[in-house]
């Protein structure tokens, strides 16, 4: 029965987003079946379209579809890190803030609250810039500011439960407040948080290539974000070589598209 309900809850902008997170998920875990040749294997320069060469290849003589099948790992590793550390933190700190009474709850939502005037994409930009280039510095800039969306959602609840009949009533009865939020809370929650999950995901992974097409991500690994950004500075755009800064470009809009329609459909089924 719960199979005929999910599969009746499918509908055609879920099963677009499936098959296109099935498509990346894919390019990510096997890329060398995917991508015809080996994203350092040098050909001749600035080749265009061809049978040979899907998207021709670069002013390094690089296949392009397959720097963009090897670069989908990347990205998605970065966007789904980033966002996972942010989760956490964000889910910690929303519960933490939520539960407590008192100034220490004020604190603690005191501090939502400025990191959520902080612009995200210009601060990312400027932590990155300071503690250099790097996956896992790009990784660290974007956690440090990408947690408090998911800390002012999960307070709201986390007020919402602790406020219900039954919550009150263990309270009174002395039940050990880890257990009360471990067993009653985090249950209750939980639903809020994988969703924005979802979408910080997507988010993470536009700030991960806006970061990278400013050149300061990791330049030893090729994300869709630097492709561009090896575009724009070795001629790409000068010569009008729109197959070698339009592909990472797109893959960037459907894996963000991809992500959002699945949080769409989490959330409808949430309100159900």
């Known amino acids: 029965m719960r ?5 009746k809850s499918v509908t055609p902008s879920i099963a ?3 098959v296109l997170m099935a498509v990346f998920a894919l390019w990510s875990l096997f890329p060398s079946t995917f991508a015809p040749y080996s994203p350092k294997e040098m050909f001749e320069a600035w080749q265009p379209p061809s049978s040979t060469h899907i998207f021709g290849t670069n002013d390094m003589g690089y296949d392009i579809f397959s720097e963009l099948v090897f670069a989908a790992s990347s990205t998605l ?8 550390i942010s989760l956490v933190a964000g889910a910690l700190i929303g519960i933490t803030a939520g ?42 800039a974007i956690s440090l500011l990408g947690w408090c969306s998911t800390a002012r959602a999960v307070r709201a609840k986390t007020k919402q439960v602790k406020y219900t009949p039954f919550v009150e009533s263990l309270i009174i009865l002395g039940i050990p407040q880890s257990r009360i939020v ?44 630097g492709m561009i950004n ?32 699945l949080n769409q459909w989490l959330e409808k089924r949430n309100a159900q």
């Open 3 to 7: 199979i005929k309900k999910l599969l």
């Open 16 to 18: 677009i987003g499936g």
């Open 77 to 84: 590793v970065t966007g789904i890190t980033a966002a996972l």
């Open 99 to 140: 539960y407590l009474n008192g100034w220490k709850g004020e604190i603690l939502n005191g501090l939502i609250n400025v990191f959520l005037l902080i612009p995200m994409l210009p601060m990312t930009i400027i932590l990155a810039a300071y503690l250099g280039p790097g996956t896992k510095n790009v990784i660290i």
């Open 182 to 225: 471990l067993r009653h809370i985090l249950p209750n929650v939980s639903e809020i948080v994988w969703a924005k999950y979802i979408l910080s995901v997507a988010n993470c992974m536009l700030t991960e290539a806006s970061v990278s097409f400013m050149g300061l991500g990791d330049v030893t690994r090729v994300t869709w974000g």
């Open 230 to 261: 090896f575009a724009f500075k070795r001629g790409g755009f000068a010569r009008g070589f729109a197959n070698w800064y339009l592909p990472p470009g797109i893959c960037i809009l459907l894996c963000v598209m991809a992500f959002y329609l």
